[in-house]
């Protein structure tokens, strides 16, 4: 996709990777952006503005309270003519003061203005970067839609190894591009997840009546295939169980086909071992027939009315999250008509899962067979957590974000 004509805010905050801030701008200036580089004052210590005046061939918007540019409110007129704004380097004070809505200086400002995406490169010594105030920072930022770049893990300047470098130039600008192309799908944190083996159901189950017949429901797969996709995006090994879809796979996630209830329990134990995660979205059947009529039922034979007695089935979710080899993280999905809170909290106890992504049904223009969903996230600590309607891509990646962060 061409960024060429992209209108670029490159906000610059005081680490030692501010160095890498240039390269970055060169790499945007050779996709024929338009990028204006925004310092704050410690980002000055560390690199000149003339450096990415020269590079970006524009002034360098340091001032908050330009008296001639844009009558003093510079943080407006540049937040509102932006496409997109990175933060490379974002420290975690800049960070930090993005979440709490603090807008004491012209990046923050504009921060708190725009209604363009944002990209945020954080860098920063390991240690600051696991302090949990970050990590809630961060998990706050990524929520709100901010896409997380980086961070990436090596040898630091301050002489420690670890998560904290600022990600390469060429990784942030794959970012900047995969959200500047609307690709809901791409790649939002790539390698966040690497390592970690996720094991995930979608789709309904079919419960056959006879060799003809069955009981089903209206889920398409589409909400459990995004979280499929978003999770083999960030770097885990999926195995993606799904009941009777027309859906393709997503590239790189190994299938296991199962139709009924009993076939996806089979797949889901079978699969389970050795799983960090587990995220029940299938749409499993409540009841099957208790015997399955070998031939076709005959309406000649049973005339005006026909009793069909059911059985429950097992309940996956509850299997798994009681089992000596359950997962790590164990996530369901609540399909309710009403009271959503109380029926995901009840579930999230009685099926020893950790998180309970709840979707409220009675909508038809969201959860089954649509191609948006509206969740309320579950994890009965604290108050619940709002993912705004939004495409079930989307939502997807939301929903693999949620559970990376709850892996760290
Ligand atoms: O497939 P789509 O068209 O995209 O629609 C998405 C969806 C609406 C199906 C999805 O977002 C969703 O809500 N999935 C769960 C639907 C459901 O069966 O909810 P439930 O409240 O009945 O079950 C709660 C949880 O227990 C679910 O994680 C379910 O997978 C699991 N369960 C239920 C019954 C059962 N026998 N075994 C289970 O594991």
Known sequence: MSMSGKRIILGITGGIAAYKAAMLLRLLKKENCDVTAVMTKAAEN?????????????????????AVADNGIVHISAAAQTD??????????????????????LLTSIVLATEAPIVIAPAMNRVMWEN?????????????????????SGFQACGDTGAGRMSEPEDILKDIRSILSGDASAPKNPGKLSGIKAVITAGPTIEPLDPVRYLSNRSSGKMGYAIA?????????????????????????SLIPAETALEMRDAVMNSIPG???????????????????????????HGGEISLLLTENPDILSLVGHSPERPRIVAGFAAETGNLEAYALKKLT?????????????????????????????????KPVRLPRASKKDLGNAVVSFIADMLQ
């Open 132 to 152: 949990s105030a970050t990590q809630d920072n961060i998990k706050t930022l990524r929520g709100r839609g901010f896409l997380i770049s980086g961070p990436a």
């Open 229 to 253: 996709r978003a999770a083999a995006d960030m770097g885990a090994q999926v195995t993606l169980i799904s009941g009777p879809v027309s859906l393709e796979p997503p590239p790189g996630v």
């Open 350 to 382: 009685a099926k020893n899962a950790d998180v309970i992504f709840g979707n409220d049904v009675s909508d038809k223009t969201i959860g089954f067979n649509s191609d948006e969903n509206e969740i309320t996230v579950f994890t009965g600590k604290g």
């Open 275 to 301: 799983a960090d995660v587990f995220i029940g979205t299938a749409a499993v059947a409540d009841y099957r027939a208790k015997e399955i009529s070998p031939v076709k039922i005959k309406k000649s034979v």
């Open 84 to 105: 997109l704004v990175v933060i490379a380097p974002a420290t975690a004070n800049t960070i930090a003061k993005i979440r709490a809505g603090i807008a004491d200086n």
């Open 46 to 66: 560390f690199i000149t503005p003339l450096t990415m005046q020269a590079l970006s061939g524009k002034p360098v918007l340091r001032d908050m309270f330009s």
